[in-house]
Protein backbone atom coordinates (compact mmCIF):
# COMPACT_ATOMS: atom_id res chain seq x y z
CA UNK A 1 0.00 0.00 0.00
CA UNK A 2 1.17 3.23 -0.75
CA UNK A 3 2.19 5.70 2.14
CA UNK A 4 1.34 9.20 1.70
CA UNK A 5 1.31 12.57 4.09
CA UNK A 6 -2.59 12.97 3.94
CA UNK A 7 -3.65 12.87 7.77
CA UNK A 8 -6.81 10.16 8.29
CA UNK A 9 -8.50 13.06 9.05
CA UNK A 10 -7.78 15.10 5.27
CA UNK A 11 -8.72 11.73 3.97
CA UNK A 12 -12.11 11.52 5.42
CA UNK A 13 -12.74 14.72 4.33
CA UNK A 14 -11.80 13.96 1.03
CA UNK A 15 -13.36 10.97 0.87
CA UNK A 16 -17.19 12.86 2.25
CA UNK A 17 -16.17 16.02 -0.36
CA UNK A 18 -16.40 13.06 -3.19
CA UNK A 19 -19.36 11.41 -2.00
CA UNK A 20 -21.15 14.34 -1.86
CA UNK A 21 -19.74 16.17 -5.27
CA UNK A 22 -20.91 12.69 -6.87
CA UNK A 23 -24.81 12.68 -5.31
CA UNK A 24 -25.38 15.81 -6.57
CA UNK A 25 -24.18 14.86 -10.31
CA UNK A 26 -26.43 11.63 -9.96
CA UNK A 27 -29.10 13.87 -9.30
CA UNK A 28 -28.70 16.67 -10.81
CA UNK A 29 -27.53 15.27 -14.57
CA UNK A 30 -30.24 12.00 -14.52
CA UNK A 31 -28.10 10.15 -17.69
CA UNK A 32 -24.51 10.94 -15.84
CA UNK A 33 -25.85 10.37 -12.81
CA UNK A 34 -26.92 6.78 -13.39
CA UNK A 35 -23.36 5.71 -13.99
CA UNK A 36 -21.96 7.73 -11.03
CA UNK A 37 -24.40 5.84 -8.91
CA UNK A 38 -22.59 2.58 -9.65
CA UNK A 39 -18.68 4.50 -8.65
CA UNK A 40 -20.62 6.18 -5.64
CA UNK A 41 -19.49 3.05 -3.04
CA UNK A 42 -16.33 2.86 -3.74
CA UNK A 43 -14.92 6.08 -1.68
CA UNK A 44 -16.09 4.39 1.28
CA UNK A 45 -14.46 0.75 0.39
CA UNK A 46 -11.60 2.49 -0.30
CA UNK A 47 -11.92 4.53 3.38
CA UNK A 48 -12.95 1.46 4.86
CA UNK A 49 -9.49 -0.39 3.92
CA UNK A 50 -6.96 2.02 4.11
CA UNK A 51 -8.44 3.48 7.59
CA UNK A 52 -10.84 0.79 9.23
CA UNK A 53 -14.55 0.55 9.22
CA UNK A 54 -14.99 3.09 11.91
CA UNK A 55 -13.84 6.15 10.34
CA UNK A 56 -15.48 4.78 7.01
CA UNK A 57 -18.81 4.86 8.76
CA UNK A 58 -18.25 8.04 10.23
CA UNK A 59 -17.59 9.80 6.86
CA UNK A 60 -20.60 7.96 5.27
CA UNK A 61 -22.99 9.88 8.38
CA UNK A 62 -21.54 12.88 7.46
CA UNK A 63 -22.10 12.61 3.54
CA UNK A 64 -25.74 11.38 4.61
CA UNK A 65 -26.30 14.86 6.53
CA UNK A 66 -24.36 16.81 3.96
CA UNK A 67 -26.13 15.93 0.81
CA UNK A 68 -29.38 15.76 2.83
CA UNK A 69 -29.26 19.12 2.94
CA UNK A 70 -28.94 19.55 -0.59
CA UNK A 71 -31.13 17.13 -1.98
CA UNK A 72 -33.38 15.87 0.48
CA UNK A 73 -33.09 13.11 2.78
CA UNK A 74 -34.99 10.62 0.26
CA UNK A 75 -32.71 10.32 -1.84
CA UNK A 76 -29.55 10.60 0.31
CA UNK A 77 -31.09 7.74 2.13
CA UNK A 78 -31.85 5.87 -1.03
CA UNK A 79 -27.85 6.46 -2.18
CA UNK A 80 -26.36 5.18 1.85
CA UNK A 81 -29.02 2.26 1.54
CA UNK A 82 -28.22 1.37 -2.06
CA UNK A 83 -24.44 1.50 -2.64
CA UNK A 84 -22.88 3.53 0.97
CA UNK A 85 -23.18 0.09 2.93
CA UNK A 86 -22.26 -2.05 0.23
CA UNK A 87 -18.94 -0.41 -0.31
CA UNK A 88 -19.02 -0.31 4.01
CA UNK A 89 -19.14 -4.58 3.82
CA UNK A 90 -16.89 -4.58 0.73
CA UNK A 91 -13.84 -2.43 2.50
CA UNK A 92 -14.98 -4.18 5.43
CA UNK A 93 -14.14 -8.06 4.20
CA UNK A 94 -11.25 -6.90 1.88
CA UNK A 95 -9.46 -5.73 4.84
CA UNK A 96 -10.24 -8.42 6.96
CA UNK A 97 -8.86 -10.99 3.93
CA UNK A 98 -12.05 -12.54 3.21
CA UNK A 99 -11.58 -14.97 -0.08
CA UNK A 100 -13.47 -13.21 -2.99
CA UNK A 101 -16.63 -15.39 -2.45
CA UNK A 102 -16.81 -14.23 1.29
CA UNK A 103 -16.05 -10.57 0.41
CA UNK A 104 -19.24 -11.58 -2.66
CA UNK A 105 -21.92 -12.58 0.16
CA UNK A 106 -21.05 -10.94 3.09
CA UNK A 107 -21.44 -7.70 0.95
CA UNK A 108 -24.87 -9.23 -0.76
CA UNK A 109 -25.93 -10.01 2.74
CA UNK A 110 -25.39 -5.94 3.60
CA UNK A 111 -27.00 -5.04 0.62
CA UNK A 112 -30.31 -7.14 1.31
CA UNK A 113 -30.39 -6.17 4.47
CA UNK A 114 -30.19 -2.07 3.63
CA UNK A 115 -33.37 -2.92 0.82
CA UNK A 116 -35.48 -4.46 3.46
CA UNK A 117 -34.69 -1.97 5.90
CA UNK A 118 -35.66 0.74 3.58
CA UNK A 119 -38.52 -1.07 2.69
CA UNK A 120 -39.35 -0.67 6.65
CA UNK A 121 -38.01 3.14 7.19
CA UNK A 122 -40.50 3.93 3.98
CA UNK A 123 -43.60 2.07 5.65
CA UNK A 124 -43.22 2.77 9.42
CA UNK A 125 -41.62 6.67 9.48
CA UNK A 126 -43.34 7.85 5.94
CA UNK A 127 -46.24 5.45 5.59
CA UNK A 128 -45.32 4.37 1.88
CA UNK A 129 -46.04 0.89 1.04
CA UNK A 130 -43.17 0.19 -1.25
CA UNK A 131 -44.71 -3.00 -2.37
CA UNK A 132 -47.92 -1.94 -3.05
CA UNK A 133 -46.73 1.38 -4.88
CA UNK A 134 -45.08 -0.92 -7.02
CA UNK A 135 -48.13 -2.45 -7.96
CA UNK A 136 -50.09 0.11 -8.27
CA UNK A 137 -47.26 1.35 -10.92
CA UNK A 138 -47.39 -1.69 -12.59
CA UNK A 139 -51.65 -2.00 -12.72
CA UNK A 140 -51.51 1.80 -14.25
CA UNK A 141 -49.24 1.03 -17.16
CA UNK A 142 -51.07 -1.92 -18.07
CA UNK A 143 -54.59 0.08 -17.76
CA UNK A 144 -53.27 3.07 -19.89
CA UNK A 145 -51.53 0.30 -22.56
CA UNK A 146 -55.42 -1.02 -22.62
CA UNK A 147 -56.97 2.33 -23.50
CA UNK A 148 -54.34 2.71 -26.16
CA UNK A 149 -55.30 -0.76 -27.65
CA UNK A 150 -58.89 0.32 -27.12
CA UNK A 151 -58.48 3.95 -29.27
CA UNK A 152 -56.72 1.36 -31.88
CA UNK A 153 -60.26 -0.29 -32.26
CA UNK A 154 -58.54 -3.55 -30.86
CA UNK A 155 -61.59 -6.15 -30.70
CA UNK A 156 -62.91 -5.49 -26.82
CA UNK A 157 -62.96 -9.91 -26.32
CA UNK A 158 -59.46 -9.99 -27.13
CA UNK A 159 -58.70 -6.54 -24.49
CA UNK A 160 -60.73 -8.70 -22.11
CA UNK A 161 -59.04 -11.82 -22.63
CA UNK A 162 -55.70 -9.95 -21.89
CA UNK A 163 -56.58 -7.94 -18.92
CA UNK A 164 -57.98 -11.69 -17.47
CA UNK A 165 -54.13 -12.79 -17.82
CA UNK A 166 -52.07 -9.61 -16.23
CA UNK A 167 -54.08 -9.68 -13.15
CA UNK A 168 -52.79 -13.26 -11.96
CA UNK A 169 -49.00 -11.94 -13.34
CA UNK A 170 -49.75 -9.14 -11.06
CA UNK A 171 -50.14 -10.88 -7.87
CA UNK A 172 -47.49 -13.37 -8.62
CA UNK A 173 -45.25 -10.12 -8.85
CA UNK A 174 -46.34 -9.00 -5.32
CA UNK A 175 -45.86 -12.34 -3.97
CA UNK A 176 -42.24 -12.25 -5.90
CA UNK A 177 -41.25 -9.11 -3.80
CA UNK A 178 -38.60 -10.69 -1.32
CA UNK A 179 -36.81 -12.09 -4.51
CA UNK A 180 -37.04 -9.03 -6.41
CA UNK A 181 -35.27 -7.05 -3.14
CA UNK A 182 -32.61 -9.68 -3.36
CA UNK A 183 -31.84 -9.41 -7.13
CA UNK A 184 -31.98 -6.06 -6.37
CA UNK A 185 -29.23 -6.50 -3.76
CA UNK A 186 -27.54 -8.29 -5.91
CA UNK A 187 -27.06 -6.37 -8.98
CA UNK A 188 -25.66 -3.69 -6.79
CA UNK A 189 -23.52 -6.24 -5.01
CA UNK A 190 -22.07 -6.65 -8.07
CA UNK A 191 -21.73 -3.14 -9.34
CA UNK A 192 -19.83 -2.40 -6.42
CA UNK A 193 -17.63 -5.56 -6.45
CA UNK A 194 -16.70 -4.74 -9.77
CA UNK A 195 -16.15 -1.56 -10.11
CA UNK A 196 -13.52 -2.13 -6.82
CA UNK A 197 -12.09 -4.85 -9.25
CA UNK A 198 -11.74 -1.63 -12.17
CA UNK A 199 -10.21 1.17 -9.31
CA UNK A 200 -8.80 -1.00 -6.64
CA UNK A 201 -5.37 -1.71 -8.73
CA UNK A 202 -4.93 1.86 -9.51
CA UNK A 203 -4.61 2.79 -5.81
CA UNK A 204 -2.46 -0.26 -5.22
CA UNK A 205 -5.36 -2.13 -3.35
CA UNK A 206 -5.46 -5.56 -3.77
CA UNK A 207 -9.12 -7.27 -4.33
CA UNK A 208 -8.98 -10.83 -4.43
CA UNK A 209 -10.38 -12.94 -7.32
CA UNK A 210 -13.10 -15.70 -8.48
CA UNK A 211 -11.72 -19.32 -9.15
CA UNK A 212 -13.01 -19.56 -12.94
CA UNK A 213 -16.29 -19.64 -14.04
CA UNK A 214 -16.00 -23.77 -14.46
CA UNK A 215 -15.15 -24.32 -10.68
CA UNK A 216 -17.89 -22.72 -9.45
CA UNK A 217 -19.95 -24.71 -6.67
CA UNK A 218 -22.73 -23.84 -4.34
CA UNK A 219 -23.70 -26.18 -1.08
CA UNK A 220 -26.35 -29.08 -2.00
CA UNK A 221 -28.19 -26.86 0.77
CA UNK A 222 -30.04 -25.42 -2.75
CA UNK A 223 -31.04 -28.97 -4.07
CA UNK A 224 -32.66 -29.61 -0.18
CA UNK A 225 -34.55 -26.25 -0.53
CA UNK A 226 -35.70 -26.58 -4.03
CA UNK A 227 -37.52 -30.46 -2.88
CA UNK A 228 -38.80 -28.13 0.21
CA UNK A 229 -39.90 -25.29 -1.98
CA UNK A 230 -41.86 -27.97 -4.47
CA UNK A 231 -43.93 -29.63 -1.34
CA UNK A 232 -44.55 -25.96 0.14
CA UNK A 233 -46.13 -25.22 -2.98
CA UNK A 234 -48.33 -28.10 -3.04
CA UNK A 235 -49.71 -27.75 0.36
CA UNK A 236 -49.54 -24.17 0.22
CA UNK A 237 -51.73 -24.20 -2.67
CA UNK A 238 -54.31 -27.34 -2.04
CA UNK A 239 -54.68 -26.21 1.85
CA UNK A 240 -55.26 -22.33 1.19
CA UNK A 241 -51.76 -21.48 3.37
CA UNK A 242 -51.02 -18.27 1.81
CA UNK A 243 -47.63 -17.51 3.77
CA UNK A 244 -46.35 -21.05 3.13
CA UNK A 245 -46.80 -20.63 -0.69
CA UNK A 246 -45.58 -16.87 -1.03
CA UNK A 247 -42.07 -18.37 1.16
CA UNK A 248 -42.17 -21.62 -1.12
CA UNK A 249 -42.08 -19.46 -4.66
CA UNK A 250 -39.71 -17.23 -3.34
CA UNK A 251 -37.50 -20.34 -2.31
CA UNK A 252 -38.42 -22.29 -5.43
CA UNK A 253 -37.20 -18.88 -7.44
CA UNK A 254 -34.16 -18.65 -5.40
CA UNK A 255 -32.64 -22.69 -5.97
CA UNK A 256 -33.92 -22.19 -9.65
CA UNK A 257 -31.84 -19.28 -10.16
CA UNK A 258 -28.64 -20.97 -8.16
CA UNK A 259 -29.08 -23.92 -9.93
CA UNK A 260 -28.99 -22.29 -13.47
CA UNK A 261 -25.78 -20.76 -12.70
CA UNK A 262 -24.15 -23.96 -11.54
CA UNK A 263 -25.60 -25.64 -14.51
CA UNK A 264 -23.72 -22.80 -16.68
CA UNK A 265 -20.57 -23.58 -14.64
CA UNK A 266 -20.96 -27.46 -15.61
CA UNK A 267 -21.19 -26.56 -19.23
CA UNK A 268 -18.10 -24.33 -19.22
CA UNK A 269 -16.11 -27.02 -17.42
CA UNK A 270 -17.37 -29.44 -20.60
CA UNK A 271 -16.30 -26.93 -23.31
CA UNK A 272 -13.31 -25.88 -21.48
CA UNK A 273 -12.47 -30.05 -21.68
CA UNK A 274 -13.81 -29.62 -25.68
CA UNK A 275 -12.07 -27.10 -26.27
CA UNK A 276 -14.76 -24.82 -27.62
CA UNK A 277 -13.99 -21.35 -28.29
CA UNK A 278 -15.63 -18.45 -26.18
CA UNK A 279 -17.55 -16.67 -29.30
CA UNK A 280 -19.12 -20.04 -29.43
CA UNK A 281 -19.89 -20.88 -25.67
CA UNK A 282 -20.98 -17.01 -25.39
CA UNK A 283 -23.46 -17.64 -27.97
CA UNK A 284 -24.94 -21.36 -26.42
CA UNK A 285 -25.19 -19.46 -23.04
CA UNK A 286 -27.42 -16.76 -25.12
CA UNK A 287 -29.43 -19.27 -26.29
CA UNK A 288 -29.85 -21.10 -23.22
CA UNK A 289 -30.98 -17.91 -20.96
CA UNK A 290 -34.05 -17.07 -24.20
CA UNK A 291 -35.23 -20.12 -24.46
CA UNK A 292 -37.44 -21.55 -21.02
CA UNK A 293 -37.28 -25.35 -21.81
CA UNK A 294 -33.39 -25.20 -21.85
CA UNK A 295 -33.00 -22.49 -18.66
CA UNK A 296 -35.26 -25.30 -16.75
CA UNK A 297 -32.66 -27.98 -18.06
CA UNK A 298 -29.69 -26.35 -17.15
CA UNK A 299 -30.98 -25.28 -13.78
CA UNK A 300 -31.75 -28.71 -12.75
CA UNK A 301 -28.25 -30.05 -14.20
CA UNK A 302 -26.93 -27.61 -11.70
CA UNK A 303 -28.96 -28.50 -8.86
CA UNK A 304 -28.35 -32.23 -9.26
CA UNK A 305 -24.38 -31.36 -9.10
CA UNK A 306 -24.49 -30.13 -6.39
CA UNK A 307 -25.06 -33.38 -4.96
CA UNK A 308 -23.64 -36.26 -7.19
CA UNK A 309 -20.59 -33.61 -8.29
CA UNK A 310 -20.07 -34.56 -12.14
CA UNK A 311 -17.59 -32.35 -12.74
CA UNK A 312 -15.42 -34.19 -10.22
CA UNK A 313 -16.36 -37.71 -11.13
CA UNK A 314 -15.66 -36.94 -15.51
CA UNK A 315 -12.23 -35.95 -13.85
CA UNK A 316 -11.20 -39.58 -12.22
CA UNK A 317 -12.79 -41.16 -14.93
CA UNK A 318 -10.45 -38.78 -17.37
Do not use: H
Not at 138 to 159: N, P
Not at 183 to 189: F, S, V
Not at 273 to 291: E, G, Q, T, Y
Amino acid sequence: MTKTNITPTIECGLTVAIAVVLGLISTYLPIIGMLVDFFWALPFAILSVRLGIKRATYALMATIILLSLFIGPIFTIRLALSFGFCGLALGFAIQKKFSAVKIFVFTLMISFASQIFAMCLLLFVMDINFMDTQIEMIRETFDETFKLYETLGIDQSQIQQAKSQVEPAITLVSLLMPTFLLLMALINTLICFYSAKWIFPKLNLKLPKFPPFAEWRFPPAFLYLMVLAMLGLYWGSTRNLNLLYTVSINANILSTLVGFVQGLAVLSFTADRLNVSKLVRRIIFIVIVFNFMLFQIVAFTGLFDMFFDYRRRFSDRK
